[in-house]
């Protein structure tokens, strides 16, 4: 694990994982995609608009587990000072930040047919409005430690108590009296049909596939930018 | 009074929002990368100018 926070030997896998993951990623959400808007019935509930989750859901995971993942690469760079672990950090939060505005919008899309209101402040929908608030702000607080010099273990920081919302986006259903429904998919037991658990599946893959290609291609911008930096410097330092 | 709601268009809407994001996203993060790499390598090449 160690040895890939080497930026060369990084480099060597994302330049042929990043076209990868995203050409799959694509192929995968066509499919799942067409499959859901074309041939899976309406549900019995909920009519036509069973079809926004094949979206819907995707986006919620990924912008949860985006910033699970953002926390993890915040913690090894806070431990072993791992420099790969915080461009993984910064590479996470704008994708992270899409996703999960866009898991609000068609969350909000779904809800004004089905639920009779685009926006209801309950639990879940509250909490992961914080979730994208939390990326706007690290977002934020890891560009300006960048641009100003600061430590990067401070946004390091707040990826890792920001954390503490991922709990609380995941039970607020079942701690609180909520419009949305509690979770469908626990740990080996689903309560979706199969008609719709398999498109759901095909679209999570292709867009966590999506997801990753974006992220390896947001750290090597972020790597080649610290990289060409570097050497304008010591360029710099030459001539003086 | 009941308000009648045709659901195509809420999905229809679902979609073309969440494939306009992603695509837009993954567009926008490679050509920010394939920018990065080709200024890295220009400053690369630049050095090695006499």
Redesign the interface.
């Given at each position: 694990m160690h040895g890939y926070a080497n930026p060369k030997r990084f480099l060597s896998l994302a330049r042929w994982m990043?076209p990868l993951f995203?050409a799959a990623g694509?192929v995968l959400?066509a499919v799942a995609?067409v499959w859901g808007?074309l041939v899976v019935s309406p549900d019995r509930l909920m009519?036509?608009?069973v079809?926004?989750l094949f979206?819907?859901v995707p986006?919620a995971w990924l912008g949860m587990g985006g910033w699970s993942a953002l926390a993890i690469a915040s913690l090894v760079f806070l431990v072993w000072r791992h420099p790969l672990a915080a461009l993984a950090a910064r590479g996470i939060a704008?994708?992270g930040a899409?996703f999960t505005?866009?898991c609000l919008?068609?969350g909000s899309?779904?809800g004004?047919?089905t639920w009779g209101t685009w926006w209801v402040w309950d639990g879940r929908l509250t909490s992961m409005l914080v979730l994208l608030f939390l990326y706007m702000a690290y977002i934020a607080l890891a560009q300006a430690a960048a641009r100003e010099g600061i430590s990067a273990r401070i946004p390091a920081i707040f990826g890792l108590l920001g954390a503490i919302n991922i709990p609380i986006i995941n039970r607020s259903v079942v701690w609180w009296n909520s419009l949305h429904q509690p979770p469908s998919i626990t740990m080996g037991k689903s309560a979706i049909d199969g008609e719709y658990l398999t498109p759901l599946l095909v679209s999570t893959l292709g867009?966590s596939l999506?997801f990753g290609?974006?992220v390896l291609?947001?750290m090597?911008?972020?790597l080649?930018?610290t990289?060409?930096e570097a050497?304008?410097r010591r360029?710099a330092l030459e001539v003086a | 009074m009941r308000e009648v709601?045709d659901?195509?268009d809420?999905?229809l809407?679902?979609?073309a929002?969440?494939?306009g994001?992603?695509l837009a996203?993954?567009v926008w993060?490679?050509l920010?990368?394939v920018?990065?790499?080709a200024?890295?390598d220009a400053?690369?090449s630049a050095?090695r100018e006499p």
């Open positions: 990043t995203l694509l959400v995609l808007l009519g036509e608009t079809r926004i979206l819907h986006f704008v994708p899409v505005a866009l919008a068609t899309i779904w004004r047919p867009f999506l290609g974006i291609a947001r090597r911008a972020l080649a930018e990289q060409a050497r304008l360029r | 709601l659901q195509w809420f999905v809407a679902a979609y929002l969440g494939i994001g992603t996203t993954v993060s490679w920010v990368m920018g990065a790499e200024r890295r400053s690369r050095r």
